[in-house]
């Protein structure tokens, strides 16, 4: 794994970033001492960012595709516009229903919507408008959920796509891993799709904002 952030520098970031919620803060806690795959977590850094980019748009309608602890969806949550609502969708249950548990804790937890089940399935029994959709779940299939969502974005809304240079793999050469493979896929595909407008943001893992025009 490539370690794309010198550590000094995603330490001052940090120190020169709002401090995240209390709840936020019990979510990342909980996830590094009790889940198998913490790593998996946006982090107050990236969290912040969802945070302020919702709040700049002020999004009526959004959709998340891999809820995991639910922390991005809270991020994401923040920003909604009165009588906004927010869609998640996640396909392990007990990941779920921890995030769920979360969800009752927060002020949006009325305005958050866990879907269980494939998103791949689920994405389509959805109606749209969306103002802003945000993908992290398994890469392999983030041009089809590209695909799925894009003719629902409202024109000039947005997507976030997370963790688009994948630990540094797509900067090998060749490109090995799975994911990696399908991650680069999916950034060449962004890249030569006419309909949008797109920049990708060396923040943690990459983070790609993608307008619809």
């Not at 979360?102 to 791949?120: E, P, Q, T």
Request: aromatic share 8%; glycine share 8%; net charge negative.
């Amino acid at each position: 794994m490539t370690e794309l952030i010198h550590p000094a520098a995603a330490s001052y970031a940090a120190t020169y970033t709002s401090p995240t919620s209390e709840l936020l803060r019990e979510i990342e806690q909980f996830t590094q001492e009790h889940h198998a795959e913490p790593q998996m977590l946006s982090g107050p850094l990236q969290g912040k960012l969802l945070e302020l980019i919702s709040r700049m748009l002020q999004p009526r309608r959004i959709l998340e595709i891999g809820t995991f602890m639910g922390y991005s969806a809270l991020c994401l949550a923040m920003g909604l516009a009165d009588g906004g609502e927010l869609h998640t969708l996640e396909l392990r249950e007990k990941d779920a229903e921890q995030a769920r548990r979360h969800f009752s804790k927060s002020l949006y937890g009325d305005r958050i919507f866990l879907h269980l089940g494939n998103a791949l399935e689920l994405i389509p029994s959805l109606a749209g408008p969306w103002d802003l959709v945000f993908i992290d779940a398994d890469k392999v299939n983030y041009t089809n959920y590209y695909e799925l969502t894009l003719p629902q974005v409202r024109p000039g809304g947005f997507l976030l796509a997370d963790n688009v240079l994948f630990h540094g793999e797509v900067l090998e050469n060749p490109i090995s891993g799975r994911n990696a493979i399908a991650i680069d896929a999916f950034n060449r595909h962004v890249k030569q799709d006419s309909r949008v407008e797109h920049v990708l943001m060396t923040v943690r893992d990459g983070l790609m904002l993608i307008r619809k025009k």
